[in-house]
Nanobody
Framework: QVQLVESGGGLVQAGGSLRLSCAASGRTFSPYTMGWFRQAPGKEREFVAAIRWSDGSTSYGDSVKDRFTISGVNAKNMVYLQMNNLKPEDTAVYYC??????????????WGQGTQVTVSS
C-alpha cells in the first residue's frame, strides 16, 4: 500500500521558516517526480515545487521561487520542502505527491493527507 506522510507544518510568523518532510513508502519511487502542492480555503490546488528522481532536476512555482527549496533522499524515499521568508499568503494545507508530471495535480498518482501551514502577519 502506497503511503505519503507529511510532517513539519505549523504556525509561524511572517519572515520565518519551516521545513516540511514527506515520507513515502509502499513502492519504488525512482521513476517518479515528487511534488509539493498547496491549497488555501476557497482556492484551487497550486503547484509549489517538484523534484525528478531520475536526474535531480527541480521546478518551482513562481510565487515561491527563491524562497522555497525542494530536496530529497531517493534511497530513503524522503522529500523535503525548506520554506524561508514565509508570507501570510503562503498559508495553506501543503500536500506531498508522487507522479509522472511536474506542475499539474492531475499528473500525480499518489497524495499525502496534507499538513497545515499558517503564517501570521
Amino acid at each position: 500500500q502506497v503511503q505519503l506522510v507529511e510532517s513539519g507544518g505549523g504556525l509561524v510568523q511572517a519572515g520565518g521558516s519551516l521545513r516540511l518532510s514527506c515520507a513515502a513508502s509502499g513502492r519504488t519511487f525512482s521513476p517518479y517526480t515528487m511534488g509539493w502542492f498547496r491549497q488555501a480555503p476557497g482556492k484551487e490546488r497550486e503547484f509549489v515545487a517538484a523534484i525528478r528522481w531520475s536526474d535531480g532536476s527541480t521546478s518551482y512555482g513562481d510565487s515561491v521561487k527563491d524562497r522555497f527549496t525542494i530536496s530529497g533522499v531517493n534511497a530513503k524515499n524522503m522529500v523535503y520542502l525548506q520554506m524561508n521568508n514565509l508570507k501570510p499568503e503562503d498559508t495553506a494545507v501543503y500536500y506531498c505527491a508522487a507522479g509522472r508530471g511536474v506542475r499539474r495535480p492531475g499528473d500525480y498518482d499518489y497524495w499525502g493527507q496534507g499538513t497545515q501551514v499558517t503564517v501570521s502577519s
